[in-house]
């Protein structure tokens, strides 16, 4: 049977990962990890979570087997986070604890290639490296529109053209903030448009809410949602604990389905629960339990969500004053009106190699940096190397093209 086990590429992100810790240089900087790091490099545990640990540590609760839809505090929670309290689609919604924002990804997946398997999931280019690998393996096609910018934001022109070719029933993967690798997120207004895009067309928004908190604040990130929540018979919706709450390694997430009325509400559970049963059976408890602990003692979670939140901005504009200040390309500046961890610099990967051979700066190939992973005293010598690495041949032909 192994003699006829194909040969696996490494993932690249992880290959990448290797590389960096295997640099001697002692002044290298690591932009590639994609978790969150406070001004010393580290990604704390919230003292808020620890709160929580301690309470439950006391209550020694029962390690015994929950139900397959996992911990309902949990499940409420996180319905009322992303919907708003006092919702009308909270009414005509079922969520289920999931293994992590990719358990939720996956289940919505299977979830879409049982109730309608020829369907087409149109995702953002670039777009997350994960979100085309669960989709197909679930059976589902793919396709891709751009996401991209312009002068003044999100190039929502270049959206709807190619969005122009998808049919009644597709599926389109949106994110619902902080866009991931991009940094671009829609505005009020664009939300609307694109809304109304898919209303007219008849297709199933999937939004993938995986940093909510990291944008513009925890409500206002999850705008775009809610107004689809608002309009839609139906949409899909997949969540993340990992960065808001800092629960990485717990794996904790949710997936939610939202239905025009409550009557298929208890067959969307069971189904769920089915594809659940036939993954991982039922999630892990410690980390929804930590998260149903802070959606009942919120304040102290959130200030902190806050304080992250502000370091993220204060970085973005810090780089960018930098790059500025040292002669960089205008190009640049899109950093200081991108949003959240991650954003895309403007180099092709001959730069980007050249970033890490000649600086000791790590970002991926296709030229995402974690900004949430820079240093303050990092910024300039970041600025220096990407002033550097910008005046080469290969990004001036790149301005004239897109000129």
């Not at 640990?53 to 929670?77: M, T």
Request: proline letters at 5%; aromatic letters at 6%.
């Amino acid at each position: 049977m192994l003699a006829a086990l194909p040969i696996a590429e490494p993932d690249p992100l992880w290959a990448l990962i290797s590389s960096f810790r295997q640099d001697r240089r002692t002044d290298k900087i690591d932009l590639v990890v994609g978790v969150y790091r406070d001004a010393s490099g580290q990604t704390p545990v919230m003292q808020a979570v620890q709160d929580a640990e301690a309470s439950l540590a006391a209550a020694a609760a029962s390690k015994s087997y929950r139900a397959l839809s996992g911990n309902p505090v949990f499940n409420d929670g996180m319905s009322r986070l992303l919907l708003g309290e006092g919702a009308e689609a909270l009414n005509r919604q079922c969520t289920i604890q999931t293994v992590g924002g990719t358990g939720a990804l996956r289940i919505l997946a299977d979830f879409i290639a049982l109730v309608s398997p020829h369907a087409t999931v149109w995702n953002t280019n670039p777009g997350y490296v994960n979100h085309r690998p669960i989709m197909t393996a679930a059976g589902l096609a793919v396709r891709a529109f751009r996401w991209q910018e312009n002068e003044a934001g999100l190039d929502l022109v270049a959206v709807v053209a190619d969005l122009g070719e998808a049919r009644q029933g597709d599926v389109v993967l949106l994110h619902g903030c902080c866009h991931n690798p991009s940094g671009i997120d829609p505005t009020p207004e664009q939300w609307r448009l694109l809304a109304k895009l898919c209303k007219d067309k008849g297709l199933i928004p999937l939004i993938d809410m995986a940093y909510q908190g990291f944008g513009d604040g925890i409500g206002e990130d999850a705008a775009g949602l809610r107004h689809f929540a608002q309009k839609f018979d139906t949409v899909l919706v997949a969540a993340s604990c990992s960065k808001n709450m800092g629960l990485y390694c717990e794996r904790t997430g949710a997936a939610m389905v939202i239905a025009p009325d409550r009557d298929p509400l208890a067959n969307i559970r069971a189904t769920l629960e089915r594809i659940t049963r036939a993954n991982y059976s039922m999630p892990p408890e410690h980390g929804a339990a930590i998260a149903a602990h802070l959606f009942e003692n919120p304040g102290m979670w959130l200030a902190e969500l806050e304080a992250s939140r502000r370091r993220v901005a204060e970085i973005r504009c810090t780089l960018a004053d930098a790059l500025a200040g040292c002669g960089a390309p205008d190009k640049f500046q899109a950093l200081r009106r991108q949003k959240g961890m991650f954003s895309l610099l403007p180099l092709d990967q001959r730069q980007m190699n050249r970033l890490r051979e000649d600086f000791g700066v790590y970002g991926t190939a296709n030229g995402r940096i974690n900004i949430a992973g820079l240093l303050p005293r990092d910024v300039e010598r970041l600025a220096d190397a990407l002033r550097a690495v910008s005046s080469s041949p290969s990004f001036v032909r790149a301005a004239k093209a897109s000129a």
